[in-house]
C-alpha cells in the first residue's frame, strides 16, 4: 500500500524531529518547493510553492494560488508535530557503576516508561561543534548507525512483584547501559569520545548536543489480512505524512485562486508547545505576516486572511482497546479502520466546534472518506493537541482530527493501514477544495 510505504520511509528517516524537518525538506524541494531562510529577505510570487525551516526542528511550507489584484488571499492551513515522548541525554552524561557505563538521561513527554526496557536503541539528534564564529557553531545532525544502548529490567527473581505493576523511577531504573568499562574506556568521557569518533571530530569540538534515544525497529504490518501496521513514532508521524502528501499533491490547482495553502510541522508539542519553536509562539504569525509583506500586502489583509482561514490540527486518537473497552465514551468511540477522527471535548482540548466539524464531516461525506466522530470518557481526561493553542494564537477556525492507534506514547504503536489511506485523503481534498 504506497500510503504505508511512504509513512515506513518517512518514519525510518525521522530518528529526531531534525531529522524529520530534513526528510520532510528533501521532499518539498523534489516537489519543486524553494527553501527560504527565516531571517532573510523574501522573493515570492503567486504560483510558486516555498519552505521555511526554523529552529532546525520545526518547518513551515506553503503554496502560492493565482492573486487577483485587490483581493486579499485566505490561509487554509493544516499542522501536525514532529517530536515524540522519548527519553533525553542530559549534559556530560556519563555514568560508571560496578564495571558499567550508562548514560544519565531525563524523560521528555509522557512515555510509557516499561516500553522502552530490553530493546535495543540508537541515539539521533543535533550536535553543536566549534567554529570560526561563535554565534554560529557548526551543527551537525547525529544518528548511530548501529543500535549502541539497551535498559534491562530486573529479573522476575529480584522483583517478585513485577508482573503486578511496578513504579519505574526515571533517574534510577531508566538510565540506559551503554558499555562495560575496561581500560581502554575513560569513565569519565565515554559517550563524548563515541561522539567525537562517529563525527571525525577532537572531542573538544563538541561544545552541545541535543540527543535522543530512538527505537530503531522497522514498522511491519501484521493481522491475519495485513491489515495493521506496527511502529515506532505514529504519533505523530501519521500525521506529519498526510500534510506533506497533501501540500504536494495540491500543487497549484484552480481552486487555490486567492488562497495561501501552508503546512506548519511544530516541534515540542509533546512538552506544551512553549518554545520558540512550538505551536504556542508567535512564530507561525510572523511567519504568515512576512508572507503577506513580502506579497505587497498589509497587516490588516494578514488578519482578514487568518479571520476567513481554516486550520486543520492533525494528531492521532484513542481506539478502543479491544481488553479495555470500559477505558473509552460510552457512544462515542472510534475502532482502528473507522478511518479519520473528528475530536471534540467541551473543555475545548480539542479546538472543534459544531460549525468547523461540519466543514470537515462534509468534505468526508462529498469525497467518500470514512470518517467518526470521537470523544473521551466525561470522567477521565484525554490528551490535548496542538489545535487549541494554535487557534488560540491565531484566532483561527480549527478543527482537531487524526487517525486513532492503540498504544500511545510507546515506544511502538499500533494503526490500521487504511486509516492513513483515509487521512492523506482528507488533507488532499481539504487542500484542493474550493472557498
Partial sequence: MKEIDSLKSLIQASVSPYHCISEAAGRLTKAGFS?????????LAAGSAYFVPAYDSTLIAFSIGPLTPGVSPSLR?????????????????????????????????????????????????????????????????????????????????MNRDVNKGVELNPQVDMLPL?????????????????????????????????????????????G??????????????????????GLISAGQSASAADRIQVVALYDNEEIGSRTKQGAASNLTERVLEKIYLSLGYNRCDLLDGLFNGFLLSLDVAHAIHPNHPEKCDIKNQITMGDGVAIKLASSQSYATDASHASVIQGLCIRNKIPYKKFSNRSDSRGGSTLGSISSAFLNIPTVDAGIPILAMHSSREL?????????????KAYFHSGV
Avoid at 527553501?35 to 522573493?43: F, K, M, N, V, Y
Avoid at 494503526?415 to 488533507?427: E, P, R, S, T, Y
Fill in 35 to 43: 527553501q527560504l531562510e527565516l531571517g532573510s529577505p523574501w522573493d
Fill in 415 to 427: 494503526m490500521h493501514i487504511q486509516d492513513q489511506k483515509a487521512l492523506n485523503d482528507l488533507v
Fill in 178 to 222: 551503554a558499555a562495560v568499562l575496561t581500560d581502554q574506556i575513560n569513565p569519565d568521557r565515554f559517550f563524548l569520545d563515541y561522539l567525537a569518533d562517529q563525527l571525525h571530530t577532537a572531542p573538544e569540538n563538541i561544545l552541545d548536543f541535543e540527543l535522543c534515544l530512538f527505537n530503531p525497529e522497522e514498522g511491519c504490518t501484521l
Fill in 77 to 157: 492551513i493544516a499542522a501536525a508535530h514532529t517530536d515524540w515522548p522519548c527519553l533525553k541525554l542530559k549534559p556530560s552524561p556519563e555514568l560508571s557503576s560496578h564495571g558499567y557505563g550508562k548514560l544519565n538521561v531525563e524523560v521528555y513527554g509522557g512515555p510509557i516508561l516499561s516500553t522502552w526496557l530490553d530493546r535495543p536503541l540508537s541515539i539521533a539528534g543535533k550536535v553543536c561543534l566549534m567554529s570560526d564564529d561563535p554565534f554560529h557553531p557548526q551543527v551537525q545532525f547525529f544518528c548511530s548507525p548501529k543500535p549502541v544502548l539497551t535498559i534491562p529490567n530486573l529479573a522476575i527473581h
Fill in 224 to 245: 491475519l489480512q495485513g491489515e495493521l501496521f506496527s511502529s515506532p513514532r505514529l504519533d505523530n508521524l501519521t500525521s506529519v505524512e498526510a500534510c506533506l502528501s
